[in-house]
């Protein structure tokens, strides 16, 4: 009797590159924020709101690589 598929060590990894990123992405974006801050409030939003989605970016790959074992 099978219990389906058998666990693989990609997710864990995936699951800790994801926080990886999300970390280094936080620094990264902290360490601009001073300089971010001194901006008008509208260009800041727009540099926000493009900083806020670009990170999603790598996931799709990642995310597919943890499901699938490839990376297209």
């Known amino acids: 009797m099978s219990s ?4 693989t060590w990609r997710k864990p990894a995936g699951m800790m590159a994801i926080l990886t990123l999300i970390l280094v992405w936080i620094v990264l974006v902290a360490t ?18 493009v900083l ?11 995310l597919r690589w943890m499901e699938l074992g490839r990376w297209r």
Request: hydrophobic share 55%; net charge negative; no cysteine.
């Open 4 to 7: 389906g598929p058998e666990p």
């Open 32 to 49: 601009f924020s001073a300089e971010i801050g001194s901006l008008p409030v509208l260009v800041q939003l727009i540099i926000y709101l």
């Open 52 to 62: 806020g989605i670009v990170w999603i970016l790598p996931l799709k790959p990642l």
